[in-house]
T-cell receptor, first 115, second 111 residues
């Protein structure tokens, strides 16, 4: 039973380019969360999605950032016109239930470096 | 906004020592989870505590949820180098749709 799969593991982009981060949740999980982490810091919530719906995007910057979780295929976190401050590790987590007492299953993250 | 404060931020100890990590908030949480994260990997769930005053044990790890459900602690007995990692607490609010994470405690256990 495959876990949460994120790709790419490492992504290097020059300022102004676009970054696309992909997340395939665990089989049977329809709830996806994206978190951002800076070195030696905790995780900052960005967005929570269910299939085809954005439920909570309160942690995501309103400009340049977007997320989707289509009916078929992985969830995508898209960052347009990247800047150096976007450099971070981006983690995706999935859950089988809307209940926050259910554990989140995390992927191993995408490390974005903006040069 | 519900905030979780973890202390200490960094902890370096010798193998065999005991330690306690704290997670505190002014807010009430419906449940609290502890995760451990190793370099280059995502966090992995250790435990979920739901009831105020609850104590859960996982081998040498003891987790406690405060009576008022505003704080939690993680105690490790006879730490081993394999316990090295970033320990994160995460709270589920009484309303809302996401977990709020603390800043983490970076534990290093030296052989």
């Amino acid at each position: 039973n495959a876990g949460v799969m994120q790709n790419p593991r490492h992504l290097v982009r020059r300022r102004g380019q676009e970054a696309r981060l992909r997340c395939s949740p665990m089989k049977g999980h329809s709830h996806v969360y994206w978190y951002r982490q800076l070195p030696e810091e905790g995780l900052k919530f960005m967005v929570y999605l269910q299939k085809e719906n954005i439920i909570d995007e309160s942690g995501m910057p309103k400009e340049r950032f977007s997320a989707e979780f289509p009916k078929e295929g992985p969830s995508i976190l898209r960052i347009q016109q990247v800047v150096r401050g976007d450099s971070a590790a981006y983690f995706c987590a999935s859950s089988p239930s809307v209940s926050l007492n259910s554990p989140l299953h995390f992927g191993n993250g995408t490390r974005l470096t903006v040069t | 906004t519900q905030l979780l404060e973890q202390s200490p931020q960094f902890l370096s100890i010798q193998e065999g020592e005991n330690l306690t990590v704290y997670c505190n908030s002014s807010s009430v949480f419906s449940s609290l989870q502890w995760y451990r994260q190793e370099p280059g990997e995502g966090p992995v769930l250790l435990v979920t505590v739901v009831t105020g005053g609850e104590v859960k044990k996982l081998k040498r790890l003891t987790f406690q949820f405060g009576d008022a459900r505003k704080d939690s602690s993680l105690h490790i007995t006879a730490a081993q180098p394999g316990d090295t990692g970033l320990y994160l607490c995460a709270g589920a609010g009484t309303s809302g749709s996401r977990l709020t994470f603390g800043e983490g405690t970076q534990l290093t256990v030296n052989p």
